[in-house]
T-cell receptor, first 115, second 115 residues
Framework: KQEVTQIPAALSVPEGENLVLNCSFTDSAIYNLQWFRQDPGKGLTSLLLIQSSQREQTSGRLNASLDKSSGRSTLYIAASQPGDSATYLCAVRQSGRQAGTALIFGKGTTLSVSS | GAGVSQSPSNKVTEKGKDVELRCDPISGHTALYWYRQSLGQGLEFLIYFQGNSAPDKSGLPSDRFSAERTGGSVSTLTIQRTQQEDSAVYLC?????????????FGEGSWLTVV
């Protein structure tokens, strides 16, 4: 059974710091991995999607990497800002399933960036 | 529509009552998902639709939960005889197809409180 783990559960940094959020998964048979952001009381916003054949994706100050063989992904946030404060969720979409293609989520890392 | 729309955004109901939660996916999206997020927990997959059929309903927690989708568009999640443990945010998501390259887009959720 696929399990997704995110470490740390919470992280506090001062504004301007570069930081890395970690995601690990137990089954490497995945289609893709997606990073989401969730603000308090809100739904999820997709940040980056990495296909299983890709190594990384970049969007602005965000860079996500994927090492499928080791079951790891990282989300790198450069020059963090208070507006980056949110919960960041990692999710994998498994391959090889007959019908269900649901995303399996980690529990998230709650980031707080202080000004 | 421009995004995934869910209603009601908030619902308080008495234990034992039935509730219906509605999801209007992004126009043209054939895949639709329901997830549940309880306080302090990760996202829990409930059910997935491809068109009007539900090939994966493995996540529905009990027979009090059901969902349907009509016209390949709007979906309704029904919870019968609600219990306090049903209190959670119910998130709906949609994607263009179930292929590996498709980003999943989430609505803002329906916040259910059973008292």
């Amino acid at each position: 059974k696929q399990e997704v783990t995110q470490i740390p559960a919470a992280l506090s940094v001062p504004e301007g710091e570069n930081l890395v959020l970690n995601c690990s998964f137990t089954d490497s048979a995945i289609y893709n991995l997606q990073w989401f952001r969730q603000d308090p009381g809100k739904g999820l916003t997709s940040l980056l999607l990495i296909q299983s054949s890709q190594r990384e994706q970049t969007s602005g100050r965000l860079n996500a990497s994927l090492d499928k063989s080791s079951g790891r992904s990282t989300l790198y946030i450069a020059a963090s800002q208070p507006g980056d404060s949110a919960t960041y969720l990692c999710a994998v979409r498994q391959s090889g399933r007959q019908a269900g293609t649901a995303l399996i989520f980690g529990k998230g890392t709650t980031l707080s960036v202080s000004s | 529509g421009a995004g995934v729309s869910q209603s009601p955004s908030n619902k308080v109901t008495e234990k034992g009552k039935d509730v219906e939660l509605r999801c209007d996916p992004i126009s043209g999206h054939t895949a639709l998902y329901w997830y549940r997020q309880s306080l302090g927990q990760g996202l829990e997959f409930l059910i997935y639709f491809q068109g009007n059929s539900a090939p994966d309903k493995s996540g529905l927690p009990s027979d009090r939960f059901s969902a349907e989708r009509t016209g390949g568009s709007v979906s309704t999640l029904t919870i019968q005889r609600t219990q306090q443990e049903d209190s959670a945010v119910y998130l709906c998501a949609s994607s263009l197809l179930t292929g590996s390259g498709n980003t999943i887009y989430f609505g803002e959720g329906s916040w259910l409180t059973v008292v």
